[in-house]
């Protein structure tokens, strides 16, 4: 495995360990959509969560987050829809990223921005 998919199996591991501590309830982890995919579906009272997750080793050029842009963001979103739509959940939708960067003595800070980005009608 690249080191680079290694650090992102480590990042989601890391993601998925915090929402449960958090009191998230953990339903798929790297859901596939055709050439989609979800990285963690949780939910947490009525509400279904839709999780990116970003890893990075530093944040020299950029902070992880920013990293999902709009195409990303569509991508998630019309995934979202398919999954909401195939089990028929009838609950809140939202959509976050958890950002985790790894510092060289291997220390994980991890971010979650709840409500990341909202699904526009274009």
């Given at each position: 495995?690249?080191?680079?998919?290694?650090?992102?199996?480590?990042?989601?591991q890391?993601?998925?360990?915090?929402?449960?501590k958090?009191?998230?309830?953990i339903?798929?982890?790297?859901?596939?959509?055709?050439?989609?995919?979800i990285?963690?579906?949780a939910?947490?009272?009525?509400?279904?969560v839709?999780?990116?997750v970003?890893?990075r080793?530093?944040?020299?050029?950029?902070?992880?987050?920013?990293?999902?842009?709009?195409?990303?963001?569509r991508?998630i979103?019309?995934?979202a829809?398919?999954?909401?739509?195939?089990?028929?959940?009838?609950?809140?939708?939202r959509?976050?990223?958890?950002?985790?960067?790894?510092?060289?003595?291997?220390?994980?800070?991890?971010?979650?921005?709840?409500?990341?980005?909202?699904?526009?009608?274009?």
């Amino acid at each position: 495995m690249a080191s680079h998919n290694e650090l992102g199996a480590i990042g989601e591991q890391v993601a998925q360990e915090y929402l449960l501590k958090h009191g998230y309830q953990i339903l798929e982890k790297n859901w596939v959509c055709g050439h989609k995919e979800i990285d963690i579906i949780a939910k947490i009272d009525d509400t279904i969560v839709f999780v990116e997750v970003k890893t990075r080793r530093n944040t020299y050029l950029v902070e992880p987050e920013i990293t999902v842009d709009v195409y990303k963001q569509r991508h998630i979103i019309w995934a979202a829809n398919s999954y909401v739509t195939r089990y028929q959940y009838d609950l809140d939708v939202r959509f976050d990223i958890i950002s985790i960067v790894v510092d060289n003595n291997n220390e994980k800070k991890v971010e979650h921005i709840q409500d990341a980005f909202y699904p526009s009608f274009r």
